[in-house]
């Protein structure tokens, strides 16, 4: 059998290993990258980066840290597989939508009794449950879903948080944000 590399072939393939090397060794030394390089990696990697997280405040003050579930993937994970330390009685998990539409959830694969806050385009809220917690996908027991509901948005808590003593219908949360909702909404229908 003919070898079918030659003395310069062998040269070029040393040659070229020896190039990836100092080249694998110059990248690796000049990993310290600033805290704007990261920014962009974030942004690049999540085109919502600058819109994910939002406060919403309470009419008595009290603010919810809220991320916003804005892709399908997202909204169809929502909370399924959280454990009840990786989500404080402080935080909010928002399904952003673009439009009014009838809607209700069902909660499988929950580690902890959930509120779940039905919020029309103003955050003005519309209607709120309280669902059990369901851990797994399998019923039965039957997995719990909400009444269908008239809303632009939905809003889910724990449902031990301090918070849901103070839910009423027709109270209004407050969108507290660098970005106003109007900036928000655009940036997501661009990224769509």
Not at 109 to 137: N, Q, R
Request: charged share 25%; proline share 5%.
């Amino acid at each position: 059998m003919k070898s079918f590399i030659t003395q310069s072939g062998t040269k070029l393939i040393k040659n070229i290993l020896l190039g990836g090397t100092f080249l694998l060794l110059a990248c690796n030394s000049g990993q310290q990258h600033n805290s704007s390089s990261k920014t962009e990696e974030a942004a690049a990697q999540d085109p919502f980066a600058e819109v994910r997280e939002i406060k919403l405040a309470m009419p008595s003050g009290k603010v919810i840290d809220t991320k916003l579930a804005i892709t399908s993937a997202e909204q169809t994970k929502g909370l399924s597989g959280t454990k009840s330390q990786d989500f404080g009685p402080y935080d909010g998990l928002l399904f952003f939508y673009l439009q009014d539409d009838l809607k209700g959830f069902w909660m499988p694969d929950t580690y902890f009794d959930l509120a779940i806050i039905f919020l029309d385009s103003d955050f003005k809220v519309v209607g709120y449950e309280i669902a059990p917690h369901h851990p797994g996908m399998t019923e039965p027991p039957q997995i719990y879903r909400t009444k269908s509901y008239l809303c632009r948005h939905v809003l889910e808590i724990r449902a031990d948080s301090p918070l849901v003593a103070e839910l009423q219908k027709g109270m209004e949360l407050k969108l507290i944000s660098k970005i106003p909702l109007s900036k928000i909404e655009s940036k997501i229908r661009l990224s769509r």
